[in-house]
């Protein structure tokens, strides 16, 4: 019997012919990708608006009530806008899909997913959707893509920011239709921004988005008076006791250093050592105390010197502790939403030079009464 010539024939590339067929393969690939992205992501919808994308540094704030409400979401800490993030996001959409990518607010604090369904009323349905890589590629691939998109709180134990992909397919997002809110987690969402603002400055003037009210921080509480001599907060206080031990622990180090520092100058050089030593236990606070000890005799001098340099603090070593007390957490939260406000004027102020249709809001954070501003970017319908 004889064998077919072609049987069991295997092509044998050449390192070179096989580079260039990956090469062309991938090309394919880009190319696929690249037509399924210009596609609008709702071609299919009939879209009166157009694409939104609003940016905010922080989710403390009214992002869930319907405008208007009598009886705000139960987001307890919210509600002190006269505007609703949703609101915008949604207008114009008959039916809304909506997908919440991070981590969401604590149900038990606020609501669930389906409680701000609920809320948002029969046409709308949100689900949440855990960061993790590959989320925003497999939703906007899904058969019933979302057409308003959450991106939350974004834990780095979740997930690191959105690769440069997503970010693209976020951009072809907006641009054919669908709407994105960004909250929180400014740094991590950063290039989402940088990409949105990219494309938008390449849009044609268009006419501005009407003004919200501003936001207003509630009058000040008036604090209680403090009665000095009813709560014992004259000289037994707990800053005069504080002052007291302070001023003891001082007078215990001047003395210990005054019987130390002659031992520095010992002919014997274990005592000089063990003096040394002593000092080096008493830690910094010593430092502020040796000026008031002068000697003519160089080994003492060479060794307060020595002591100097292996008491100084270190520098350029970032603390390892997070913030511990309230007023660091405080202080912490307040320089995030400094940097987030920086970065979001900055890019409104590049939108004003080309004229494009955008929204510079403020918003009041409850938890520690700041006013910061909130992008909004409107696109123009998909044609």
Do not use: C
Request: charged share 30%.
């Amino acid at each position: 019997m004889k064998t077919h010539p072609l049987k069991n024939y295997a092509p044998s590339w050449s390192p070179a012919r096989r580079e260039k067929r990956v090469e062309r393969a991938l090309a394919l690939m880009a190319a696929v990708t690249t037509a399924l992205m210009a596609v609008p992501i709702h071609a299919d919808e009939a879209d009166p608006i157009g694409g939104r994308f609003l940016f905010a540094g922080d989710d403390d704030w009214d992002w869930a009530s319907p405008l208007g409400s009598e009886n705000p979401s139960k987001l307890v800490r919210y509600g002190a806008m006269a505007w609703s993030a949703l609101d915008w996001a949604e207008d114009g959409l008959k039916e809304v899909r909506g997908a919440l990518v991070g981590v969401p607010p604590a149900s038990k604090k606020t609501m669930s997913m389906a409680d701000l369904s609920k809320l948002r009323g029969e046409h709308a349905i949100y689900q949440h959707h855990p960061q993790a890589p590959g989320v925003i590629t497999r939703l906007l691939r899904s058969e019933r893509p979302p057409n308003v998109i959450i991106l939350m709180q974004n834990s780095s134990r979740v997930a690191a920011a959105p690769d440069a992909l997503s970010v693209k397919e976020l951009v072809a997002f907006v641009k054919g239709g669908g709407r994105l809110v960004v909250l929180d987690e400014w740094g991590r969402y950063k290039s989402v921004l940088n990409a949105v603002l990219e494309t938008a400055l390449t849009l044609p003037p268009g006419e501005a988005i009407p003004e919200t009210p501003a936001a207003k921080r509630p009058a000040p509480k008036a604090k209680p008076k403090v009665d000095l001599a009813e709560n014992n907060q004259g000289e037994d206080s707990p800053d005069a006791q504080l002052e007291k031990t302070r001023n003891a622990q001082t007078k215990e180090l001047k003395a210990r250093l005054t019987k130390l520092i002659p031992k520095l100058g010992d002919q014997t050089f274990k005592v000089r050592d063990a003096a040394s030593r002593e000092m080096r236990k008493m830690g910094a606070d010593v430092l502020k105390l040796l000026d008031e000890f002068q000697s003519d005799d160089p080994e003492i001098s060479s060794r307060i010197a020595q002591l100097r340099k292996q008491l100084a603090p270190k520098k350029n070593i970032a603390p390892r502790t997070p913030p511990s007390t309230p007023e660091q957490r405080a202080a912490a939260r307040i320089a995030k939403r400094q940097k987030n406000a920086d970065l979001v004027k900055a890019a409104a102020e590049k939108l004003s030079a080309k004229k494009t249709s955008h929204q510079l809001s403020e918003v009041l954070v409850d938890t520690d009464q700041q006013i910061l501003p909130v992008l909004r970017i409107s696109f123009p319908v998909p044609k």
